[in-house]
T-cell receptor, first 117, second 113 residues
């Protein structure tokens, strides 16, 4: 099956700094990727939809200037958390769609645990 | 927008017994219903999915049923094993421009040996 990786798997940063998380589709080209945030013992909440070569579409309540998304190639999308604060600590998960497969199925990455001190 | 409700939030069963998790959705336009298993500290893994033109789908010990009229779908796991212990999420999507998924709140399944 299609494989999605994320890097790093975990990161600890100081308040006020920026952190970049990478999401890669390893064996397919993904025109659409999604970014989710998951707080402890809660569900996945969609943050934004990332389309290769165009601006990301953010969900209501998600600050686009704080969570910068770049989908510069068909295999890589990045999420940058700018001026991170402790309340941004969460599990960030990306997913990708394989244009050659089912139009509905999303393949999820392993997640990135962000801790802001 | 779509709203997906999932019950129960926690479920404990004895090894070998069956487990059933139920979800309801609000948007009658939704036509794709996947189920995911998430282990601690990992991303979700698709275990089974169903589309609105099908009422039931089975894959070994796992089955999903869909009632479009009532707008609910259920996950059935038979002959549960300790390794089935995890958090399970249902989700729904419709054939919109991006087919975004809306997730249920999750069910913590514990299979007792």
């Amino acid at each position: 099956g299609a494989v999605v990786s994320q890097h790093p798997s975990w990161v600890i940063c100081k308040s006020g700094t920026s952190v970049k998380i990478e999401c890669r589709s390893l064996d397919f080209q993904a025109t659409t990727m999604f970014w989710y945030r998951q707080f402890p013992k809660q569900s996945l909440m969609l943050m934004a939809t990332s389309n290769e070569g165009s601006k990301a579409t953010y969900e209501q309540g998600v600050e686009k200037d704080k969570f910068l998304i770049n989908h510069a190639s068909l295999t890589l999308s990045t999420l940058t958390v700018t001026s991170a604060h402790p309340e941004d600590s969460s599990f960030y998960i990306c997913s990708a769609k394989d244009p050659g497969g089912s139009p509905d199925e999303q393949f999820f990455g392993p997640g990135t645990r962000l801790t802001v001190l | 927008g779509e709203n997906v409700e999932q019950h129960p939030s926690t479920l404990s069963v004895q090894e070998g017994d069956s487990a059933v998790i139920k979800c309801t959705y609000s948007d009658s336009a939704s036509n794709y219903f996947p189920w995911y298993k998430q282990e601690l500290g990992k991303g979700p893994q698709l275990i089974i999915d169903i589309r609105s033109n099908v009422g039931e789908k089975k894959d070994q010990r796992i089955a999903v049923t869909l009632n479009k009229t009532a707008k609910h779908f259920s996950l059935h796991i038979t002959e549960t094993q300790p390794e089935d212990s995890a958090v399970y999420f249902c989700a729904a999507s419709f054939s919109g421009s991006a087919r975004q998924l809306t997730f249920g709140s999750g069910t913590q399944l514990t299979v007792l040996p």
